[in-house]
């Protein structure tokens, strides 16, 4: 049996970023790694092409009567920068306390290697363990995964003999309480684009006859918010599902310190859509982000000059049943109401995806065709969070998202046991990201456990 | 006698960009390059040292009774980003057809070399010319000359000895009409930095709890001009001038062609203050303009962050008789006013300049106590212009600033007659600036006759 945390600072030394068209060796390096260790494991890997990075399609095959269970995750990482912001360098793993820090430490490398090592050890217990599993993946998921859809066509069947998706890459709000999540927010993204003059112009000789792009960028996404904190585009909200009870109780059981939450974010006030405390806005109000903005000088000192072009990028999280491409359409087209003549305007689409639910068992909700070994996945995940942890999960739907989990729901039906195990303060998509050693230790032993009980039947 | 072409070419070859701390070569370069060519056309050099860029204050002495001109330029340069819209390498000179392309070709390494060959024939005609004149030539012009107060407290005396001030760091409109610039914009430059939480966050597992400082600084900059195009900033107006009659008799006689303007700015529309022409506008309206906007993820693709920081660079063009430290005041009270709550608000202060203007002789509100020797100038440059271009200059306020005539003026009492050199299709401060070389001969002709009616007295 290998050593997870050696293990995981040799992962997280590759540089995968699946965004950078610079990280080829990093993200190669990051999937031979994977690929080589579900080997050493028993387990029959397939690495499969797609038109940028490969997905990794890992089997450990068994009696069909027995359950089987397709273990998610994703190689690839976020970018790194700014990297003047890193205290630690960002590919170096170095491990303070019972951290280990470094860009993907908890997104996705370090559950993913607690989930992998669960599986060494579940199978280290029992060589003879009843249980199909299937690990599958993926080096896109930080870009949006545009080659799932082609792959999840190929391997539907496949993925559809399955009895249900297994999963961390999801949060728990501190590290006394689990949560399994059981929701995902969906995402829509773009970025708009602002022409004025056909190209810079000095702002003495001609500042006062024309609409300078980041006056209209600026008026633009101004009008996309009410003050009190909704999205200010009509329609936005229509699909929106009322919260249901039992997710309202689950969230009290949080017991969310608000004035904490404040302070670790470093904020003096919270900003949330009227009627929401900001840990239901994050998990059931959808949102319109903006992510980045640029345009003209943005150098030391002063260059007068009046830009001729101004950009931002958008990017909105979804919850259910929002579409995200009637949404897109809906941003879109309010933005082309809204753009003030004399400015160009254009539009860069970037990726997508659908919000995700899925209803634990014993709910008002719970589907009534529930798979009987979903139930089971669900309850042998409870009890083994609970033995671990010393108290019980919570069921929580969370603010960020895994499109393709709704993905494969849409296409196969199979749902998704998410064991939520990166903290607030991993800084996840930030600077300083890091990962828990003691969370991993026990998210391992959850995993293990939950295995046993889910082969015991 | 030097070639004036070849020495610019010369000249161009040194990147002086004063706001870059890595061209100290260039900008060292530059100075010795002027510095030995007044030398060798019988100058004087005193090089002034400042705390950054050295001032050159060249000599030619004669008679007390002789008329003093005090010829400005500067031999620093903006900023040639963004490099990949140059058709030719920014600081290699490259000659097509009348024009020469190059960083600071227009701005003002072309007009100051006019100016210089100028000097250096009248005085191969003439080597007794009956003349006083004196270069002085800064390096900081494009950085808002940060040192020339303090140099002007040291050589004000030097100053208030001369007659008058004599430059071309201004525009004419076409290549058949010239202008004498008749009043400068003054400038109010700082920028504004917004910050939310104390780092970037994940825009999941975060978004929908706290304002976006995208958004804040989105809502502070669209509030600052009303619809119509004026400046939303109460005061901002108050101190502005009524335009005298004689001055837009004058802007009649230039005739400009909207149309062709539009054109030329590649823009669809104008957007003008109410009640002023385009033309008129850029020349006796005030801006608030935005140079720049930054914040966020700018790369390509996705980073779904809620940034930490974003910020936005901020110019006023100011004319008579608005004070820009006021203004500065005024606008920066504003956008604290108009800060939303859970954002953090700072401010970087930049340079500024007063406004400037100069009555030629015999308009209706010359002053009284015009000096004769500023009038004789006036007139011999109004019929040099005249002879050699086939048609008199008109008398314009134009909308570029060039702080330090203001401020020479406030200390010393003198005034400024202003040849204006460049062309719109010029590009001062963007991409692919060049200089029209008929435009240079003209004006070598145009100054050198100049000098010899000036001596005629």
Not at 26 to 32: E, K, N
Not at 125 to 134: A, V, Y
Not at 274 to 279: A, I, K, Q, R
Request: glycine share 8%; net charge negative.
């Amino acid at each position: 049996m290998f050593d997870p945390v050696e293990k995981l600072k040799e992962f997280i030394r590759f540089p995968s970023v699946s965004t950078d068209p610079s990280s080829g060796a990093g993200m190669r390096g990051a999937q031979t790694f994977v690929s080589s260790l579900l080997t050493s494991i028993g387990f029959s890997v397939e690495v499969v092409p797609t038109e940028l990075h490969p997905i990794i399609w890992a089997q450990r095959e068994g009696n069909p009567a027995w359950p089987h269970l397709v273990i998610y995750g994703h190689y690839d990482v976020q970018p790194a920068d700014p990297l003047n912001l890193w205290k630690t360098p960002a590919f170096e793993p170095t491990i303070i306390g019972n951290r280990i820090y470094g860009r993907g430490a908890a997104d996705n490398k370090g559950p993913l290697l607690t989930n992998i090592a669960a599986v060494a050890k579940a199978l280290e217990d029992d060589p003879q363990l009843p249980l199909r599993i299937t690990f599958l993946i993926e080096g896109e998921e930080e870009m949006g995964s545009p080659s799932f859809p082609k792959f999840l066509e190929r391997y539907a069947d496949k993925l559809r003999a399955a009895d249900f998706v297994y999963l961390s890459d999801t949060g728990l709000p501190n590290e006394n309480q689990v949560v399994i999540t059981a929701g995902l927010r969906g995402l829509a993204l773009f970025d708009v684009h602002i022409t004025g003059a056909k190209s810079d112009l000095h702002s003495g000789l001609h500042g006062g006859v024309l609409l300078n792009p980041i006056q209209a960028l600026s008026e633009i996404l101004a009008s996309l918010h009410t003050p009190d904190g909704r999205v200010n585009v009509p329609g936005f909200y229509d699909a929106v599902l009322d919260v249901e009870s039992w997710e309202r109780d689950e969230l009290k059981k949080l017991g969310g310190d608000e004035q904490r939450y404040a302070e670790f974010l470093g904020i003096e006030a919270f900003h949330v859509a009227p009627g929401f405390s900001p840990f239901e806005a994050v998990r059931f109000q959808p949102t319109l982000e903006f992510n980045g903005i640029g345009g003209g000088y943005q150098g030391e000192g002063t260059k007068t000059v009046i830009p001729s072009k101004a950009f931002a990028k958008i990017s909105c999280r979804l919850v259910p049943n929002q579409q995200p491409e009637l949404i897109k359409q809906l941003v879109m087209a309010t933005i082309r109401a809204r753009t003030p003549k004399g400015v160009k305007l254009e539009f860069v689409d970037q990726h997508k995806g659908d919000p995700y639910v899925v209803v634990p068992p014993d709910r008002a909700n719970t589907p009534a065709n529930q798979s009987p070994i979903l139930a089971r996945a669900f309850r042998a995940t409870h009890a083994a969070i609970a033995e671990v942890w010393g108290r019980p999960p919570i069921y929580l739907r969370e603010g960020g998202s895994v499109p393709i989990i709704a993905e494969i729901k849409r296409v196969t039906g199979l749902d998704s046991v998410m064991l939520g195990l990166f903290l607030p303060e991993d800084n996840l998509h930030a600077p300083n990201e890091s990962f828990n050693l003691d969370v991993m230790r026990k998210g391992t032993e959850t995993t293990r456990r939950m295995l046993h009980a889910l082969a015991r039947g």
